[in-house]
């Protein structure tokens, strides 16, 4: 199994561009969530699915979008960066939000300028 | 007021020392509780659930306070790879992540 896979690694956007940041996971889980971490900030989710077809705003949504066509699949976009939206961003899943194990992806590092 | 307040260190420990770490929370319906670990530039990986009971895994022991609504992680005998930072991790309408306790052992 591959786990939890995120692309790219490292990225370098223009304020105003808009990407995708693509995860993905083999593990057949319900529960996906992006987060973002930024120093002395912790973790903070952005948003969230508990299956296909199914997905839901966190603590800090705004500027992103999500979709969840398929279990694998939980990609994030950014609609138009912002200097505010540098930071480390971890896609993560687990097989249910109740009492289980997240799994993290080795996460992006993006930076607008 | 935050869902998880950590302690953000940092702890600066010898190696052999023993060294804990405390994390409140805030809604007293939270029913699963964790402590990840997070190396420099890594992503987070748990260490172990916190069950009611307490619970142990080698050197490390996890505890659950409701009542004060607290959990804690408790390192006996230090290395030098435990190095790392440390999150805990509480359940709600999703997972609620504290800010993270920086432990550094020194040799």
């Known amino acids: 199994n591959a786990g939890v896979t995120q692309t790219p690694k490292f990225q370098v956007l223009k304020t105003g561009q808009s990407m995708t940041l693509q995860c993905a996971q083999d593990m057949n889980h319900e529960y996906m969530s992006w987060y973002r971490q930024d120093p002395g900030m912790g973790l903070r989710l952005i948003h969230y699915s508990v299956g296909a077809g199914i997905t839901d705003q966190g603590e800090v949504p705004n500027g992103y979008n999500v979709s969840r066509s398929t279990t694998e699949d939980f990609p994030l976009r950014l609609l138009s960066a912002a200097p505010s939206q540098t930071s480390v961003y971890f896609c993560?899943?687990?097989?249910?939000?109740?009492?289980?194990?997240?799994?993290f992806g080795p996460g992006t590092r993006l930076t607008v300028l | 007021r935050k869902e998880v307040e950590q302690d953000p260190g940092p702890f600066n420990v010898p190696e052999g020392a023993t060294v804990a770490f405390n994390c409140t929370y805030s809604n007293s319906a939270s029913q699963s509780f964790f402590w990840y670990r997070q190396d420099c530039r890594k992503e987070p990986k748990l260490l172990m659930s916190?069950?009611?009971s307490g619970n142990e895994d080698g050197r490390f022991t996890a505890q659950l306070n409701r009542a004060s609504q607290y959990i804690s992680l408790l390192i006996r005998d230090s290395k030098l790879s435990d190095s790392a930072t440390y999150l805990c991790?509480?359940?709600?309408?999703?997972?609620?992540f504290g800010t993270g306790t920086s432990l550094t052992v020194i040799p």
């Open positions: 916190v069950y009611s």
């Open positions: 991790v509480v359940d709600g309408n999703q997972f609620y």
């Open positions: 993560a899943s687990s097989r249910n939000y109740r009492g289980n194990e997240q799994f």
